[in-house]
């Protein structure tokens, strides 16, 4: 028999160089990803921050006080548009509900000494006189000083930058009005309107009020807005036994619902 020969196998040397080009990618990869750890761990990636949510409570609104008849206080400076507006806007609700409820105004002003030249007001002297004369019409006139509030502002208001055409129709007012010009000037010159202004002034500072205007209701600060229908109804919200008049529908219209001096 003849003998068979045993057959070698072919070459690997193809096969050996790819497992080796393999274990080199994979030795690589291996190497950067250990740097890559080792770089992060000193400044690892912090964790996303969750912002917890607040939820804000409403600021209670605290309930009006009542009275049988209820206090009324309109703080202004005679001569701030604000004020004026206020004013403006006041006066239907006094004539509405001025039988049933205490309406009144104060001047907010520093007086400095014995005379009106002394009084210290926002827009200067002439508001100070204007002050006095408001609380010395209030004083001898108190059914009048509505009327007169409205004429001025009406009138003489936009003159209050010339004395002498203030002056004119500040008198004119009166003289309309059926009043004695001289008694309000002679009141508000000398001591007795100082007195009643400095009584207005220790009244402004034990409330803290600085801006013109502010309302107070039976000693409660009114935020809301400045319209003849929202006085009359948080007025009427301060009754203890509401009147037939709160019924009646005012405007709601404001000049201007915020600003003051």
Sequence with gaps: MSRKEKKTPPPVSGNKGMIIGIIVIVGVLAIIALLIATGNAGNPTPAPVTTPRVTLSPTPV???VKSARPSVELFVMSFCPYG?????????????????ADFNIRYIATVNGETPDQVRSLHGLPEAKEDL????????????LWPYLMDLNALCYPLNRNATQLASCQQNVTAT??????????????GEGLALLKADETVTKSLKVTGSPTLFMN????????TPEAYKQAI??????VPAECATNLSSTAAASTGSC
């Design 62 to 64: 605290p309930e009006p």
């Design 236 to 241: 009427c919200a301060r009754f203890e036994t």
């Design 177 to 190: 009005l059926g009043m004695d010009n001289q008694q309000i000037e002679t009141c508000a010159i000398g």
């Design 84 to 100: 004026v507006q206020a004013e403006n806007a006041m006066e239907p609700v006094v004539d509405l509900l001025g039988a049933k």
């Design 219 to 226: 000693g409660q600060k009114y935020a809301g807005q400045r």
């Design 133 to 144: 004369r408001q609380l010395c019409v209030d004083k001898y006139y108190p059914e009048k």
